[in-house]
């Protein structure tokens, strides 16, 4: 089975500083790998996926990923953050045939300080 | 248009009571997902529909736990003599196909479950 690893529960940065968030996964194969954002009291927003092909992944709001097999992993990042960023990210693996079944980190809090 | 919507958004409940939680996918989607996200935890995937079927129920923690979709649209999960361990934030998803390889899941702002 599928699992997620986010090592940072907590992530403080200041507004117009780079953002990068770590999220680890173990998969015997290549996986299907997401990330989404929860804002207070809103549900989860996927924020990019990453199915195959280009191991850089472009997503919305400005954020990008980047997948390396060698490492296992798929780190989100962001150049410049943006108060409204603050929120909880939420890494994500899927399998492939079968992959209805999300496992999902236990997330990672931006905190956004002026 | 309309995104996924539940209710009730907050649930208090006494210990022992049966609870009901509703999902309303968005419309022409065909799979439906329910998730559980405790405090401090990831998601915890819980079942999954195509239509009316459920063809996975594998994630369900407890038999106190079901549920049920009707019309291939509206989803009602439903605990049974509730249990303080079974507060959390019950999220519900939905996706046009099976498959995030075929369809993105658009998740609801979820049920918050609290069990006195």
């Known amino acids: 089975a599928q699992s997620v690893t986010q090592p940072d529960i907590h992530i403080t940065v200041s507004e117009g500083a780079s953002l990068e968030l770590r999220c680890n996964y173990s998969y015997g194969a290549t996986p299907y790998l997401f990330w989404y954002v929860q804002s207070p009291g809103q549900g989860l927003q996927l924020l990019l996926k990453y199915f195959s092909g280009d191991t850089l992944v472009q997503g919305i709001k400005g954020f990008e990923a980047e997948f390396k097999r060698s490492q296992s992993s798929f780190n989100l990042r962001k150049p410049s953050v943006h108060w409204s960023d603050a929120a909880e990210y939420f890494c994500a693996v899927g399998a492939r045939g079968g992959d209805y079944k999300l496992s999902f980190g236990a997330g990672t809090t931006v905190t956004v300080r002026a | 248009g309309a995104g996924v919507s539940q209710s009730p958004s907050n649930k208090v409940t006494e210990k022992g009571k049966d609870v009901e939680l509703r999902c309303d996918p968005i419309s022409g989607h065909t799979a439906l997902y329910w998730y559980r996200q405790s405090l401090g935890q990831g998601l915890e995937f819980l079942i999954y529909f195509q239509g009316n079927s459920a063809p996975d129920k594998s994630g369900l923690p407890s038999d106190r736990f079901s549920a049920e979709r009707t019309g291939g649209s509206v989803s009602t999960l439903t605990i049974q003599r509730t249990q303080q361990e079974d507060s959390a934030v019950y999220l519900c998803?939905?996706?046009?196909?099976?498959?995030?390889?075929?369809?993105?899941?658009?998740f609801g702002p979820g049920t918050r479950l609290t069990v006195l």
């Open positions: 998803a939905s996706s046009f196909a099976s498959g995030p390889s075929t369809d993105t899941q658009y």
